[in-house]
């Protein structure tokens, strides 16, 4: 007794490639069909649909290669071997992904099946776009517009100020909080903003709006810095009172205790310091200061003497007379100061202030060629 069963439908997956084509993953136009491969070729090509296989066919022609991948399928196997070889979007010269069925023209009178396809189309259009276009396109795209005088006026100022959405959110209310542009991101920025020139009212409204929104921020951070600083402050004098800022345990310390005995011991036996400061690598000021503070503290008394030194001696007052009689007579200052061995300023304290305590008055030799 006979079926009267139908036997099921045989499908194929076929590859339509050109010759240079190797990948059928990633080039080419993946398809499926019940009919065979040579009704299906003759349907592409009466087609008259604009797509992007057509517009291939239309262009190599008889330069195309249908290759079958895969026969004696039931329709599940090829829709899901269809959906490997074009898991999405514009893949090679298919412009849907695959493992899709084809639909009449009542599937999209369905908002449900509207809204599918508009997905569908919109993320496809972004994809074909990423791959065509460029960002620096787009710039330049852009600028042209904004430079057209129309166009700028009725745009210029409609989401300035309050009419931002965004106006007025800072950190987590602001919704791109929390973003962080790639390396990339940011170098392509860069670049589209180098060379730009700020008028001064727009730099200035720059500068008012970031005071503003920092304003907090600085007034917090200037008092932790006031904080720290006296922070600072205390710790350091609890160093120096108990002694850990003091001597050759100070961090820039050029001498040793040692070398500060030898110091105090050397100034108390009359040497002055210059000669002292000559043997250690700090100056006069350095010298004296271990003498008068660290010397006292550390057993050895400070005694404020005159150095043993040419350079700094007690001139006795036969020698005052003399230079101040000299003087009186028309050497100038600088010839005494050469032959005594003296500086400039004392010839001048001596003729000026010795010497008329003495008895010798002092006449300016100016004067004295003026006969006044």
Known sequence: MGSDAEPPTVFSLYWARLPSHIDPYAEGYIGITSVGLKERKKAHF????????????????????????????????????????????????????GGLLGVSADWYGDDANSEVHRLRTAEATKIAIAQKDTPEA???????????????????????????????????????????????????????????SLSPETRAKLSKAR???????????????EKEREQKKIHRKEL????????????PSKVSDDDRRKICTRRRNGETYLAISKDYPIGLTGIRAICEAWGP?????????????????????????EICNKYAEGQTAISLAEEYNLSVSMIYRYIAEWGPDNGIPYVRQGRRAAGV
């Open 297 to 321: 503290r550390n057993g050895i008394p400070f005694e404020r003497k005159i150095g043993a030194s040419e350079l700094k001696k007690v001139t006795p007052d036969e020698i005052k007379r």
């Open 138 to 196: 787009r710039s330049r795209r852009a600028k042209d517009i904004w430079d057209r005088p129309k166009y700028r006026e009725k745009r210029e100022g409609m989401f300035a100020g309050e009419n931002n959405p965004q106006f007025g959110k800072y950190g987590a209310e602001h919704p791109a909080w929390g973003h962080r542009k790639t390396e990339e991101v940011r170098r392509a920025i860069s670049e589209a903003n180098r060379g730009k």
């Open 240 to 251: 120096k009172r108990s002694g850990k800022l003091m001597g050759e345990v100070a961090g």
């Open 46 to 97: 009466k087609s008259k649909k604009r797509h992007h296989f057509k517009n291939a066919l239309n262009k190599y022609k008889s330069k195309v290669i249908w290759e079958l991948l895969h026969e004696g399928l039931s329709q599940a196997e090829a829709l899901r071997l269809e959906g490997e070889y074009r898991p999405r979007n514009n893949i090679g010269w298919n412009s849907i992904q």
């Open 211 to 225: 005071v503003e929104k920092y304003a907090d921020q600085k007034a917090a951070r200037l008092a932790r810095l």
